[in-house]
Every structure is written in C-alpha cells, then in structure tokens.
C-alpha cells in the first residue's frame, strides 16, 4: 500500500513542477520578435492642431483570450524629431476614416491616445489589453518634408502577473502534497 501511494504522488508533484516550469518560462518570456516597417512622416507646416494626421488601413484586433497574457510592444522611429505616432481605439476609424493614401480629416487634438501621440518623445511601451486598436501618425509642427520613416516594434509575451502568482501557489502547493503522500514523516512526528 505504502509502494502504491509513493507511485500516486507522482501525479501532484509532477503536475505542481509543470505550474512551477511555466512561470519559470513565463519571466523569460514565452516569444518575442522585432518587426520592421516604413511609413511616411507627414508634413506638418501650420499649428499642430490643424495638421492632418495618418491612420492604419486595419485594426489590431486582440482576442479576448489575451487577458491571461502579457503582450508589450516598444516601436521606435527613426525620425522621432520630424513625427510622432500613437495607439487609438479602433472606434476612431469610424469617426476619421483613413483615405485611399491612409490620410485622415482628423487632426492629433481628436484622439484620445492609449499611448504615444504628438507630445510623446522617444519609444512607446504600450500593454495590449483585449479589444482592437489602431496606428496613427502624424508629423511634428515645422516639418516640411514628406520623409520615409523607419519604425521598429518590439514585442513580447509573458503569463498576466495574476496567471503566475496562482501558478506558483498552485505548482508550491501541489508538489508539497505530493511530498507528503510520498513521505508522511511530518504526519507521524505530530502522532508521536
């Protein structure tokens, strides 16, 4: 009997290093990746307010699952002191639909930016959260030139911080259980 409950303890200790192993994988992140992109800094003559601003043709479109993860984008521009860009709610592209060349009516003092925008300088850290998003641009009040700019995002996934704590407390609990089934010593020093 005492042979089959060392064998059973398996399962919990195995199942508990398995949470362990997962936020372990989770810290160093479970994928990353850099993408390379071009977009035009647009020229911006007048006031701030009454330049025109550029829009991405689609939506981001995040799934609901990604509540459990932790999804950061870092984007940086090559032309970071010409123009700027931001993250939007995707709900903006009804109000300032994107044209043929990806122009919109709006100007930056429309949106309200979940991250960048005009008065951002340097990279944009920004956590996707479920729902969808979209890009906009612009360029910075004085530029003249209709310039190519070179745009990096980096991106990483991690486990949602609340996804780890409840793996690690379930992984600690699981593999003391299953150190107790396989040796109850502590059990037989409190009989004694």
Not at 57 to 70: H, M, W
Not at 135 to 143: L, M, P, R, S
Not at 147 to 172: F, K, R
């Amino acid at each position: 009997m005492t042979m089959m409950v060392r064998i059973m303890s398996l399962l919990p200790f195995a199942t508990g290093s398995l949470c362990v192993l997962l936020v372990l994988f989770s810290l160093f992140g479970f994928a990353s990746g850099t993408i390379d992109d071009e977009i035009p800094a647009l020229p911006c003559v007048g006031p701030q307010e009454e330049c025109a601003t550029g829009m991405s043709e689609s939506d981001l479109a995040v799934p609901a699952a990604f509540f459990l993860l932790d999804v950061h984008l870092e984007i940086t521009m090559e032309l970071d002191d010409k123009a700027w860009i931001g993250i939007v709610d995707a709900e903006y592209a009804e109000e300032c639909p994107p044209g043929d060349t990806g122009l919109t009516n709006c100007t930056a003092s429309d949106y309200e930016f979940l991250a960048g925008g005009p008065d951002h300088e340097g990279s944009i850290g920004h956590n996707l959260e479920p729902g969808s998003v979209r890009f906009v641009t612009g360029g910075d009040e004085g530029a003249i030139e209709l310039q190519d700019n070179d745009v990096t995002t980096e991106w990483s996934v991690h486990l949602a911080t609340w996804v780890e704590v409840i793996l690690i407390l379930t992984g600690i609990g699981l593999c003391a259980s299953g150190m107790h089934m396989a040796f109850p010593m502590v059990a037989k020093a409190r009989k004694e």
